[in-house]
């Protein structure tokens, strides 16, 4: 997000308190008028806080000041039998959870000066919990844009050499859809490879090959032992001739075997094609010898993973992060609240049980813009999406051109904490230029968003090693017309593109696992 100090800050309609009230409230009584104090947390503080932890509002307290007493200083609790755990509530407004949604999700850890390292990616991918890799590339492949919009500009490569190295920061698996996880996540993952291997929860097409065609995929998962990695293309009759999703039955063969974990991925080629090799020639041996945890608690570490990196949530957020089930969450999510890691809250406009989680904080609202890919978390769950920003948004890739509202590949404006605008863009690699094929502004956009666009338009073009920004008709608005192409920024970070493969023996110096390293 570009931190634009010099200029004043347009305004969005969003708050901006310095302090912001939080109430918290026994369920069935009622909340404390809104004329008397409240709990106060400090908007950098957890949303909490140590005064506000543990505590239910008991209604008005004897001293007449309207707050919680608290005279010994002990957290004050109601005990709900029914549900046998502490019944503890609170209550968020709209605006509330938006900032900290924004603040657990690192749109509210401005952008630094200096260069963007190995470390600094590893702790952007693990305040995450994910990059979602999507095949797409009409703009720039979709696991790459997350770290752009949080941290600036980056090297490319950097990224694809630390997702190819020998040992592992991070690995290649099924998360939100085929995604870039920290390493600690592997051993979270095994009941999923589990019922791969039974042929449960994979693509149908994949589902022989747990049973009566298991035999082919053995064959070829030892000719992976004998002969090194290999990737679909390089096993004889793969080649499609159908289009990319017309697999052979040995790519098929292999794509189970990867969902099993039989395999994992080594990097992927230029042509994004993913390689696969035996597990214990890619991924770490400490992360291999890691016992595998029960489903219920490898579940429970992953909700609570996905709860850290949404800030509050409903139930359906904290399951589509990682795309667990109904079923499979709700126990989890249960033992969540009990431990106190989830605290069920109540968000104003909200229609379902919201959690929050125990560390969420109330980020600082600061001027700020970025360009969000339809792949980033922050916008990849729709429904959130409208309910947090008011934003409807919906992917049209595989709408028809001639009913598409907005356009092919659309990226929303992220300005100053709320979604403004949206624009459908394209990278012509050839001719050098960034092209915005169409542009929206929504309604309640504040004055300066077509200002904003531009500077965010010429800094994503500079990033990826373009010159110029080339604006069709259908994209015109004032401000950013044809007759008026925006300049790029500086040049862009890193002498290669990442579109040549990722060199597997590249070692980024990195220690101490997702966490940790220097580079």
Not at 36 to 57: F, H, K, M, N, T
Not at 105 to 122: H, I
Not at 336 to 344: I, K, Q, S
Request: hydrophobic share 40%.
């Amino acid at each position: 997000m570009q931190d634009r100090c010099a200029r004043p800050r347009c305004k969005t309609g969003l708050p901006d308190p310095n302090r912001v009230a939080f109430r918290t409230t026994r369920r069935g009584s009622a909340s404390p008028p809104d004329s008397g104090p409240s709990d106060e947390v400090d908007r950098s503080a957890s949303v909490l806080g140590p005064a506000a932890e543990g505590r239910v509002w008991n209604g008005p307290s004897t001293t007449g000041t309207g707050t919680p007493p608290g005279d010994a200083g002990r957290p004050i609790r109601s005990r709900d039998d029914r549900l046998g755990r502490a019944a503890l509530t609170a209550e968020l407004s709209a605006d509330e959870a938006r900032r900290i949604a924004l603040a657990a999700q690192g749109f509210t850890a401005w952008r630094r000066r200096g260069t963007v390292d190995a470390a600094r990616l590893l702790k952007g991918i693990d305040q995450l919990g994910l990059l979602q890799i999507d095949s797409v590339n009409v703009l720039v492949r979709a696991h790459y844009m997350p770290l752009f919009s949080r941290l600036g500009a980056y090297d490319r490569t950097l990224l694809d050499a630390i997702a190819a190295a020998r040992s592992k920061p991070v690995f290649e698996y099924w998360g939100h859809e085929a995604s870039l996880l920290p390493i600690a996540c592997q051993p979270l993952l095994r009941w999923r490879m589990e019922r791969a291997r039974r042929g449960q929860d994979v693509w149908r097409q994949l589902a022989p090959f747990a049973g009566e065609r298991r035999s082919e995929a053995d064959a070829l998962l030892a000719r992976i032992e004998r002969d090194g990695a290999l990737a679909g293309s390089d096993v004889a009759g793969t080649r499609a001739s159908q289009g990319m999703w017309a697999w052979s039955a040995a790519k098929h063969a292999l794509e189970w075997l990867f969902w099993a974990g039989l395999v994992a991925a080594t990097h992927r080629r230029g042509s994004f094609e993913r390689v696969y090799d035996l597990p214990e020639r890619v991924l770490p041996r400490a992360i291999l010898q890691v016992p595998t945890p029960s489903e219920v608690d490898a579940r429970r570490n992953l909700i609570a993973r996905s709860a850290r990196a949404l800030g509050v949530a409903t139930a359906h957020d904290l399951r589509d992060y990682y795309r667990i089930g109904p079923t499979d969450a709700r126990l989890p999510i249960d033992q969540l609240v009990e431990e106190g890691t989830l605290v069920p809250v109540r968000v104003r406009g909200w229609l379902h049980q919201a959690y929050l989680h125990k560390d969420a904080r109330l980020g600082r609202t600061r001027a700020g813009a970025a360009l969000v890919s339809p792949f980033d978390p922050l916008v990849w769950h729709r429904p959130r999406t409208e309910r947090l920003f008011g934003f409807r948004y919906r992917l049209e890739i595989y709408t028809p051109a001639h009913k598409r509202e907005h356009g092919y590949y659309v990226l929303p404006l992220l300005l100053d904490g709320a979604l403004v605008a949206r624009v459908d863009l394209k990278a012509d690699r050839k001719a050098g230029a960034l092209i915005v094929q169409r542009a929206h502004v929504e309604r309640q956009a504040p004055s300066c968003t077509v200002e904003r666009l531009a500077d965010a338009l010429g800094s994503l073009a500079a990033w990826l090693g373009l010159s110029r920004l080339a604006v069709t008709p259908a994209a015109a608005l004032a401000g950013l017309s044809p007759s008026a192409a925006i300049p790029a920024g500086p040049p862009a970070i890193g002498s290669a593109p990442s579109e040549t493969s990722a060199d597997p023996s590249r070692q980024v110096p990195v220690t101490g696992g997702v966490k940790g390293g220097t580079s």
